[in-house]
């Protein structure tokens, strides 16, 4: 059995209750899936100062799980955390716009990012730059800065977010989509049947790309205690030298 | 139960049986491994020249298993007939660079490439720019380019192995390694305990990541027919239409 | 005198004819046209897989024909079997994308990319990342993907292709411009004196530049007799060792 | 009078007094130095979870001086915090990488980076990237990754770094040469007479970039009150909506 | 005091007098600006060809006025003669599109460029490439490219200049946004109220940039005498070895 | 008959009759060479400074020549005043840069570029920036740089540089070399047969590109008279407005 954590990197309880339901219908069988919330910080993460402040709670609610998941994922679009948590931790931890590109890269050559609201475009533009990806990207198709997002993705808003699948295969040349946004997630299955090329859900590719990692050899990476002050008993743990894993 | 086609790109059946080893020592559970050998072609896969000659082989083996496998390994160093692949079968299909590439990207920041002999680097370069991922690409470590592969990996030869490593990690700066070739195929868990950065394996990359995709939605992509000369029965059949998946 | 062999990579005799045509308007004084055509494969190349399969059967007109020429070119958009083609021959082998490519950076700082459909798209994109030269593309412009050519471009279809040419120019910043697809070879002669860029025909590019090439030096290449099973006589004999040239 | 707060990232008060006294060294004229010291986190800033961890109290610290500054140094190499300061904040704020990169890139076409040890260079390689600047270096020479820094900087230490600057310039072909880690600071214009080309101190490039930028027309940018749990009263306050500044 | 010489590259006094005052608007305290016309060449610069004739005048004012100035700015968006001008003069040079390159990806992420003709984009493009800054480049927005520049930015002219400032930001995800082209200096602080991220002026940040880079430490380079046929007595001075600066 | 015009762009006369003969020898069946010397300028051309001195004198000789030439070569590596050239007259213009670039990207997928002395990195650098095809270069291998040029390379200076290209070839897996360096025109035939890959002059492959170009159409460009002062008479003319080519 492989133990994932999907970690929620915001504080809002029904979010990991969305995200733990749709990791779970993407997780291949012999994987079980924990999920849990950040314990502090944001509601919502939307800015670059947002992933900075959402950095310590995920290392705090993924220091306070070790030892009982094989690998982790970041469930929050931008991957706050992420370098960090991949060097602090002994397991692989991925986060969603990684494992969004990475699946989208070998699931078409170019791929295109749509989202209801240009709001999130900073982020998803830094995060193609980090991963050094940007050269397998065909373009941003995305609603207006300002869109709110719908509570529920009825007729309409399928329909609006098909137009801009269409529009990035046709225009951009697009061979596969990411459907970027949180609330985007569980959407990819529904709507696939309607578009020709691979849809990508983040929290799908996450969960099946982290399952992969953890079957790999992984170096035991002793760890030597470094002094650091201000933060919780579980960050601190994670400078307390190797623990178990 | 997830099924995955492994198929060896050369005509070499002790090679199609290493393989097969090594994919069933890297498969999840729940993952059934069945291995093939490319129906004609070359013995041994090393210029691009090669890789050209080794893709319609590749295509009718994969064509003559078609409906019997969820996802598929073109277990070739170097890619050959992966994109035709892409666009010709209803199932994922990867590559073992591609794989390797990913999965060290996912595992550290910049992968080192490290091999036995250099024969293979130009393909390695073309590989990297294919994929886009250059940029991750801390660079090369490898042996004379007329050094021949040892039948057996004895302590000598992993030593000089380890020490090539070594340099991608404190000179290059890799923070992963990929220990590239076909005959270091199964060296990277023997060798992990004295390596402090992942080394990866093409093979173990490659099963994993391509069980991972297997899950992942996809497209139903109608093919009309279109006429193609002077090939056999397997190849003409991928362009006959959409048959059963 | 200088003899070139321009290779039709489909098996399409009339367009053969066309390309011998247009290769002979180019060609310099002192140069010899040789046209052939694919011995087997597709009547038209349109695919990734398609390029694939077109291979092989370039190649094998490639060594049916050798001694023949002191250069070849691949008349095909997408340069199926070059690198293979550069690797196995003794003279130089240019591809319709490459010379165009080529030619237009030579005389534009910025190349667009025209051409009446948008199917050719994801080709001309692995091409300008295969040939490195992607910076210097100012971008696409092109008709609709499903955009079937005319038989014959009469004045409404030179308008319109016109038209994208210099959205091209005001648009994308475009110095100079590609007529991309097959069907668009001889028009540059005919709408360059309404363009006030230079218009780039691949056919008569890679003529051009092939009988440049051939008259520079080159390696003597000794190659070792290589096993090769299941291809027809003529691509057996590249592998058979150094032949004449 | 521009009043710059210069922030020393980690928690050692030595430090700060030091670069404090290397910035008032390089200020301009008309320009007024403030040093402030990290509330809380790391006595030494060396891994990527260093710098996450050193994000937030280098945020608190910069709102605590809210209102105190025209402009701010983030004087860490790495750059932890900058991208949310940058969005936070309604002045410049500038990192010691970023500001090291922008100077030598103006100062040379083409700059070296050097260290005394290579423990830094994944930072450097982080942040070539996350600047864009990539293109404009010639690459890394550093001492072996462990060396430990010196108290003092005597003349063997010198002799050994200036070796470095002459390995980049001479093998590399750096046209400037970038010293960098903290504890490199003030050795700039000591060793400047011996180099032929410039030698860039951080801090000093930062200060004077500050500076510059001060006097930048800039965007009032009301923002909005956003909740945000889990963080003292200055970081809760920059969430608090617009502030004086 | 620092000195800065700010040098119109073109032969137009009107337009000295206009960069002059920019420039002494934008200078900080302890700065003297001193103007310079080109001694000959062009009226007004727009082409490639413009920026090489430009060079030498430039160059011959530069050398005018040597010992007299702590930093020079090249005055013309193009940077003519900005590396010949960096290698033979003692002080730092900067120019006019390198400062707002730097100046604009230090107050944003990625940057827009806007202006009321596309005449200049060519130069924009070339420069982008030249100064290693395309990966921070979001966009061009640009009037057509025959836009005649109105005596005076009325209301009307300023109202459509905004809305392609809107557009970049809107559009392209511009974090801040040069306006390009001479006749829009000046023009920055008057829009700036109107614009939620930073409009960047090039002359503004040029200046408060070189006043920066003439603080840092600079290597003595002596150069030994070198003949040169052809140019006025100034320009040979630059060839006939180190001299006063 | 087709006309190439052959520019040396130093002033030295023995050069020019050194280059006439290299281009005599390269030049294709059919084309006349007529080689022209700067008419002031630089004896030797190494500098960045120098290619803009360079620049003026070039563009005066080309334009003396006006009429006379179907194409021209400048014949300097670093390319001065190509841009210039390309745009202010009607035939095609290369640089020898330039074509060996190009030359040696369509005879090897990467290039090595090895010189006699590293002295010309920056610009060869600088060109590969320039020319956008620094993706296709594998590496410098050169000597030091205060390397004096030898009058005659007798078979010592031969085996160095043959040195120097197996180094590109087996560390940096170069499939072209370029040779480098103006001293170096004329060597590639004669060390040809000792390497197994092209080695690249860059005047022979500027003749033969040159000349490939010279047969492509080209726009009728008219070009408006504008104001120009302090130039000779044969750059005004080229400022006064489209004469006959």
């Known amino acids: 059995m492989t133990r994932l954590l999907v970690l929620n990197g915001n504080t809002t309880e029904a979010v990991t209750e969305r995200i733990a339901a749709a990791a779970r219908a993407a997780a291949p069988a012999g994987v079980a899936i924990e999920a849990a919330t950040a314990p502090y910080g944001l509601p919502l993460i939307v800015t ?21 998941y094989d690998a982790a994922v970041i469930a929050v679009f931008g991957d706050p955390a992420l370098e960090a948590a991949k060097l602090l931790l002994d397991v692989p931890v991925i986060g969603l716009s990684e494992a969004a590109f990475h699946a989208a890269a070998m699931l078409g ?3 295109g990012i749509v989202s209801f609201s240009a709001a999130l475009r900073p982020m998803f533009e830094d995060c193609l730059d980090h991963h050094g990806l940007r050269g397998r990207c065909a373009g941003f198709r995305m609603g207006p800065p300002d869109a709110a997002y719908p509570a529920v993705f009825g007729a309409a808003e399928q329909a609006a977010l098909l137009a801009l699948v269409r529009d990035s295969i046709a225009q951009d040349g697009a061979e596969a989509v990411i459907l970027a946004g949180g609330p985007l997630a569980g959407l990819a299955p529904l709507l696939q049947p309607a578009v020709p090329v691979p849809l990508i859900d983040g929290t799908a590719a996450a969960v099946r790309l982290a399952a992969a990692l953890a079957g ?4 035991a990476r002793p760890r030597a205690a470094r002094p650091l002050s201000g933060y919780g008993p579980e960050i601190a743990a994670l400078y307390a030298g190797s623990g178990p894993s």
């Open 48 to 68: 670059r100062a947002d992933w900075l402040l959402a950095g310590p709670p995920i290392l705090a609610a993924l220091a306070a799980h070790r030892g009982a």
């Open 109 to 111: 050559r170019r791929f």
């Open 216 to 219: 790999l050899p992984r170096p």
